[in-house]
């Protein structure tokens, strides 16, 4: 595949912050709905945050307030600013994208990436 490319996962201490980069090809263009998902080990998969062509976001209910999605249409560059991290957000992060902006906003997604690792020790 390689159409969507996550970057920026680490190992943080609780409360800091990292931003995580998506890197989308041509196939993914601007007119996507785009986002992140994640998943930690043994759990089911947990929308975060989609941002549609029109720049509205969603957020899951646990992120509010803490994480910040946006793009940069031109560098087709998608981004998620977590702030305040927790134990609890310790997951795999995939980037992800879908034409249909009512399931994106639902973190239904066609396409997503490989993933990068975030874990926040205590």
């Known amino acids: 595949q390689g159409q969507l490319m996550e970057s920026g996962g680490d190992s943080v201490q609780t409360g800091e912050s990292l931003r995580l980069s998506c890197a989308a090809s041509a196939y993914i263009s601007s007119g996507y709905c785009m986002g992140w998902f994640r998943q930690a080990p043994g759990q089911e998969r947990e929308g975060v945050a989609a941002i549609a062509t029109d720049g509205s976001t969603t957020y899951a209910d646990s992120v509010k307030g803490r994480f910040t999605i946006s793009r940069d249409n031109p560098k087709k560059t998608l981004y998620l600013q977590m702030n305040s991290l927790k134990p609890e957000d310790t997951a795999m992060y995939y980037c992800?994208?879908?034409?249909?902006?009512?399931?994106?906003?639902?973190?239904?997604?066609?396409?997503w990436g490989q993933g990068t690792q975030v874990t926040v020790t205590v």
């Open positions: 992800a994208a879908d034409w249909n902006v009512r399931l994106c906003r639902q973190f239904r997604f066609g396409y």
